[in-house]
């Protein structure tokens, strides 16, 4: 630890430490997704125990789309690093305490409890890393945690499985790895304050709050998260469609499509500074030529090429909406800020499996369904002609010590 009042410059490890925990969101769901079977023939003898396992995985999303705006609340009001720090601890304390309930509903209740914390822990990683960087830098952390997320869904998938083999208990264990978490910040981070010298932000009002773009902002994340979830929900059930049967060959397909998120986000690393309007043109015209390329093809390789490409504009996409979010954001009301974007992504997710089931019951079909999404797609790309969208001006102040 440094003397109070000496200046902290965030180096590579801070940007980790704080990098790192986006991982959580995946965990919440990728990881136990392989022992579904399990939970459901443990569970068969509780009423109405097909509708109620599943929640076990969706919980903590729905649960991040509802407590994420409060938990930027928090942050902006009582400090950001010891409330990540206690999230952590909470993370890891219910997390891990299904390896001791026998119950379904105290095992539904661990999973709210989950899904609190790590809306708590997912909007003030991103806070913090908002406070910390600047310009590139900051852009460079905020888009590296789209990439994370999508190679620690490939990890944890694995993963899930492989411990599955000892029971459905065995992955509930990985949850403990948010207390390594807690010593990473803990070690390489400190409790921000912006150059007027004030340690945290203390401001409850609302005033300067940029509403209107926000909600600009707020509205293509939930319609661009739908989109991005899509594939990675739903390309299983495509390539099954398509007659393929062998549950291996397909997890490794979608594997293989889904790498086109880091590759995205790369994509992201060197054109990022574009303008806004000219980097959602881009993204949306992907999303819309891998919809479409998914919903008529007739073989496997077809249908993996268009969500390849799909999944390259949804790794731009993401970034491009949340450094667009920050950069409007002053250090007072950053963390309700990015509470608010981050609840629309989840809820964004949360709504994909919907929208897909209900256009597929309107178009006859999954396949068809990827046909009408493509039309969504093209309708973003519309907006992004029309609408007139410009980063924000707010300068991104380094933070500096507090002790």
Known sequence: ????????????LTGFSLLLPITLSTMAIVLLAPILPQLMSDFSDVPGYEYWVPMILTIPALCVA?????????????????????????????GVAPLFLTSLPAILISRV???VAEALIMVLSTTLIGDYYKGAARDKWLAGQTAFAS??????????????????????????????????????????RCETGREKAQSTGWAGFPWRRMLIIMAITIYGSIFFYTV????????HVLGMSDPARIGFLTSVASIG???GTLLYSRIGRWPVRGLLLLEFILLAIGFGIMGLAREWEAFLMGCFLNQIGAG??????????????????????????????????????????????????LMAAFGLLSLGALIGVILALVVPFRRGEQAMEVAVAHG
């Open 113 to 115: 409890g989950v899904g």
């Open 1 to 12: 630890m440094r003397d109070r009042g000496e200046a902290q410059e965030p180096g590579f």
């Open 316 to 365: 731009l996409l993401l970034p491009t909406l949340l450094v667009w979010a920050m950069s409007l954001l002053s250090f007072e009301i950053r963390g309700r800020g990015a509470g608010m974007w981050q609840s629309s992504f989840a809820f964004g997710q949360f709504l994909s499996p919907v929208v897909v089931t209900l256009l597929s019951k309107q178009a006859g079909g």
């Open 232 to 239: 990675q929900i739903q390309a299983s059930s495509g390539l």
């Open 151 to 192: 190679l620690s869904a490939l990890l944890f998938f694995n993963l899930g499985g492989q411990l599955g083999v000892f029971g459905w208990r065995a992955p509930f264990w990985v949850y403990a790895s948010a207390l390594l978490m807690f010593v990473l910040v803990l070690r390489h981070t400190w409790e921000p």
């Open 66 to 94: 509802l407590f994420s705006p409060f938990g930027g609340m928090l942050g902006d009001w009582f400090g950001r690093r010891r409330l990540l720090l206690a999230s952590f601890l909470a993370y890891a304390l219910v």
């Open 261 to 263: 998120v880091p590759m």
